[in-house]
C-alpha cells in the first residue's frame, strides 16, 4: 500500500530551447555576490559560459568561480569550494553544468555556514543542515542525475576511498530554479550521453525493484521507463534529434526529484555497487551502475519474481502466453540486456579498470541499504562483483 | 516534441493516515486569524470539523467559519466568503473538502485584497491577480479534482449560468499545504467516488488527446490511467480497500497538478461541454464529465485516430493484430465505456435532468477552446449534446 509520507519540490524549472533567458528572470531575486560553480571547461568550448557570463555582467553581478569540479567531485575540492564562496560572501551558487556540478554546488550551499566539518556532518553523520544555507540556481548540460530538482549530492572521499550520496530531507537543498535547454546536451559525447541514458533508466529501477504492491508510483515508474526507451533508441541513432533528447532530459528529472518513490520501498543496491566501483576506478557513474546490474538483478530475480514478471510485460512488452513465472522475468532482463547492449553501455566492470583483486575492497566500500528483494549479505557482494569482472 | 514550459510545484502535501497532524506542523508558520472553509457540513457528521478544530485552538487560532460552501460554488457565495476573510483579516484560510470547497479558498484567496470586481476580473478577463494573496491551507476530504495542488478554481454565475474554470498562471495561488488523508475519503457515497475517478480520468484523458507527438508526458498519463483503472475496480467492489483509495487519491493529485501536460497541447472540451451542462443542471461535475465523453471522443475520433489506437493498445490492452487502425480505436473506446458502466457513471445528459429544449442554451455557454483533434463549430456541439441525451 502506499505508506505515509509527505512531498514538497519547490524547484522552478524552465524547460526548452530559449530557458537561458529565463536566467534573466530568476537573478535578480538574489544578492550581487555570484560564485559560478562549472567543470572541465566544456562550458567554454560550446559557448555556454559566454553566453551566461553576459547575463550575469548584464544583471551587474560581481562574480567568482570555482571550476575544475570532477566527474565525481572530490572532498578536497569540497573544502576548495567552501573556501571560495565564503571568501566572496555568496548570494547564490549558479551551478552550470551535469548532475556533478550540481552535487557539488549543493555540498558547498550546506557547507559555507557550517561550523562542522561537511564531511563528517552530512556524509558520515547523514544529519541535516541547520545553518542558512546558499540558495542554488542551475542550468543543466548534461542529463541523468536529477540532481537539478532534487537534493541529493554525491561526493568522494579520495584518502578513505569513499563515494557517498546524501539525499538531504529538506527541500530547502534543492535548487531554487534550474535551467532545462536541451540543445545544451547536444553536444555531449556519445558515451556520456548513453552513461546518462543508463542512469535514468537505473534510477528507475532502483525505486521500482522493491515492495509487492501495485501502486501508483510504479505505474508512473513503468511510464517513465517506457519514454526513456522509445526516446533512447532514436537518440542512440541520431543525437541530435532534439525531440528524443528533450524527452530524456524531463524523464531525468521525474526519475529522480522523489516523485516515483512516494509511499513505497526503494532498493538502492546497484547505486551502492556502481558507486563503490567508481570509487576504486574513478569512471563515468553510469557506467559503473551499467556494469554491474545485470549480476544484481539476476542475483535478486528469483526474490522479486512478481515484480520482475510485470516488468517484464508492462516495460519490455514480453507475452506472458504459457511461460512459467521464470522465464518472463528471464526474458525481461534478456530484453533489458539486448537495449543496454544496443546502446553501447559498459556491461562489465574490468573494462571500467576494476580487477579480481580490488572485488575485496570494493565489497568493504560497498553500503549495504535495506529495501531490495534480498538485503545483500558480503559473500552476495563478492559474488555479484565477481559476475560483474 | 515538447515545447517550451515553466513548471513550479511548490504545494507541501502531506500524505497518508496520520497526516492530519502535520497541521500541527504548519499552522505556527500563520497568523492567528483562520478561516475554515466547508461545505454542507458532512465533515461535522465524520468527525473531521471536530478534529480541525481541536488541533485549530491547539495552536490558539482565532476561528471564523465559511461554511456551506455548495458542489458548484456561486459567485453570490465567492462575495459573501470575500467579506468574511476581510472582516476577520485572515491570514490563513483552511479549506477541509473536496474540489469545490478547495477552488472556492483559492478565488478567495486572491478576491480578498483585489480592489476589482474578482468576476469581472479573474472570470471575465482571465488576469493573474496582483494582489497580496491569503496563504491557503487545504485538508481534502473527497477525491477528484487536483485542486489540492493545483492554481485552478471553478466558479459558477447563477445568473449568467456561466461556470468558468480559471487556471491561474501563477504557482502563488496554489496551496501552500495540503493534507491527504485517504481514510477521509472512506465515508464518501458510492456515486460521489465513482464520479470523483470519472473526474480524474478525464483530467488525464484532456490532456492526453491532443498534439501529435510521442513525449514523456503522455507516457506518464498512460502510467496514471493505468493505475486509476487498476484502483477503481478495486475500489468499485469494496470502497474501504485503503490501498486502491490511497492510490486513487494520489493519481488525482497528479492527474492535474499541470505536470502531465508540459510541454504539449491539451484539450479540455469535456470539461466545457460538462461545465456547461452543469451550468444548466447543477448536476455533480464527474457525471457531467461521464455523461458527455463517450459521444465526444467518437465524434474527434477520426481526427486523432493515431492517439486513440495508442490510447487502446496502452492503457486497454486492444490486440491490435490484424484489425484496422479504426476498429482498434473504437475497441479501446468500448472498453473504456465497460469500465464506466462498470463503475455506474452517469452516461447521458437527460439522467442528469438535461433536455433537448436545453441543447441550444447550453450550446450556448459552452467555450470553445483549441487543442483538441478538431476544433469545434457550434454545430458541432450540438451534434455531440444531442447525442449526449
Redesign the interface.
Given at each position: 500500500?502506499?505508506?505515509?509520507?509527505?512531498?514538497?519540490?519547490?524547484?522552478?524549472?524552465?524547460?526548452?530551447?530559449?530557458?537561458l533567458n529565463?536566467l534573466n528572470t530568476e537573478l535578480p531575486k538574489y544578492g550581487d555576490n555570484v560564485v559560478l560553480v562549472y567543470g572541465g571547461g566544456s562550458i567554454k568550448k560550446n559557448g555556454i559560459y559566454d553566453m551566461v557570463m553576459e547575463i550575469l555582467k548584464k544583471n551587474g553581478k560581481n562574480v567568482a568561480e570555482i571550476s575544475g569540479v570532477m566527474p565525481n567531485p572530490t572532498l578536497a575540492k569540497l573544502y576548495e569550494g567552501i573556501e571560495i564562496a565564503r571568501k566572496h560572501q555568496a548570494n547564490l551558487l549558479l551551478a552550470v553544468g551535469g548532475g556533478s556540478v550540481c552535487d557539488y554546488t549543493k555540498a558547498v550551499s550546506v557547507s559555507v555556514n557550517c561550523q562542522e566539518d561537511a564531511w563528517e556532518k552530512y556524509y558520515l553523520r547523514f544529519e541535516e543542515p541547520d545553518c542558512e544555507l546558499i540558495p542554488v540556481g542551475c542550468v543543466l548540460t548534461m542529463v541523468g542525475t536529477g540532481s537539478e530538482m532534487n537534493a541529493g549530492a554525491v561526493i568522494t572521499n579520495q584518502e578513505t576511498k569513499q563515494k557517498i550520496g546524501h539525499v538531504f530531507a529538506s527541500?530547502d537543498v534543492m535548487p531554487k530554479f534550474s535551467i532545462l535547454n536541451?540543445k545544451f546536451t547536444l553536444t555531449l559525447p556519445h558515451y556520456q550521453m548513453v552513461a546518462g541514458i543508463y542512469d535514468i533508466f537505473n534510477h528507475i529501477c532502483e525505486q521500482y525493484f522493491s515492495g509487492e504492491?501495485?501502486?501508483?508510483?510504479?505505474?508512473?515508474?513503468?511510464?517513465?521507463m517506457?519514454?526513456l526507451l522509445?526516446?533512447s533508441r532514436i537518440a542512440n541513432q541520431n543525437p541530435q534529434d532534439?525531440?528524443a533528447r528533450?524527452?530524456i532530459m524531463?524523464?531525468a528529472t521525474?526519475a529522480l526529484n522523489t516523485?516515483v518513490s512516494?509511499?513505497k520501498a526503494t532498493d538502492w543496491m546497484v547505486h551502492m555497487l556502481g558507486q563503490a566501483v567508481g570509487g576504486y576506478t574513478n569512471a563515468t557513474h553510469g557506467m559503473t551502475l551499467s556494469a554491474v546490474s545485470l549480476p544484481y538483478y539476476r542475483y535478486i530475480m528469483p526474490y522479486g519474481i512478481e515484480k520482475f514478471k510485470r516488468f517484464a510485460v508492462n516495460v519490455w512488452d514480453v507475452n506472458p502466453e504459457g511461460k512459467s513465472d521464470r522465464q518472463i522475468a528471464e526474458e525481461g532482463l534478456a530484453a533489458m540486456e539486448s537495449w543496454m547492449k544496443e546502446l553501447g553501455l559498459v556491461m562489465n566492470i574490468t573494462e571500467l579498470g576494476a580487477t579480481e583483486e580490488m572485488i575485496e575492497g570494493i565489497a568493504d566500500v560497498t553500503a549495504v541499504l535495506p529495501g531490495g528483494y534480498k538485503v545483500l549479505a558480503r559473500e552476495d557482494i563478492i559474488r555479484i562483483l565477481r559476475e560483474s569482472l
Open positions: 500500500m502506499l505508506g505515509n509520507f509527505t512531498y514538497c519540490n519547490p524547484t522552478k524549472l524552465y524547460f526548452g530551447e530559449d530557458s529565463y527541500e536541451p504492491d501495485d501502486n501508483t508510483s510504479d505505474y508512473i515508474s513503468e511510464g517513465l517506457r519514454s522509445h526516446a532534439y525531440e528533450s524527452n524531463w524523464t521525474w516523485l512516494r509511499g
